[in-house]
């Protein structure tokens, strides 16, 4: 998945990172502990208990920090959506739409 992030944040932003510069956190979470801006465009029905995963790139330069997040099914890791942050704000997902 750090793969795909990668892409992700090169194809939505033109920055090129490497495996080295990002951090990640996989943790198992309620639906009600979402992130709002995650969850507002998602149309799909999440269950109680989502697995997400986040993958954090901060630049250093201009301290803005990148989210790329993953919510799958806890039991069969099926998909539910993925999308990018940047700065705590819907970028994009996984319908491919900008929100800037």
């Known amino acids: 998945m750090l793969h795909q992030a990668i892409i992700i944040l ?3 932003t033109g920055i090129e990172t490497t495996e080295k510069d990002w951090g990640f ?3 198992t979470a309620e639906r009600e ?3 709002p801006a995650i969850i507002q465009v998602s149309n799909i029905e999440l269950p109680a208990l ?3 995963h986040l ?3 901060v630049d250093q330069e201009s301290s803005k920090d990148y989210v790329v997040y993953f919510l799958m099914d806890i039991n069969s890791e099926h998909e539910f ?3 990018l942050l940047i700065e705590g704000k819907l970028q994009w997902d996984l319908n491919g739409e900008s929100y800037a």
């Open 10 to 12: 090169k194809e939505q």
């Open 25 to 27: 956190e996989s943790v």
């Open 33 to 35: 502990e979402l992130d």
């Open 50 to 52: 989502v697995m997400t």
């Open 55 to 57: 993958f954090v790139y």
């Open 81 to 83: 959506t993925r999308g």
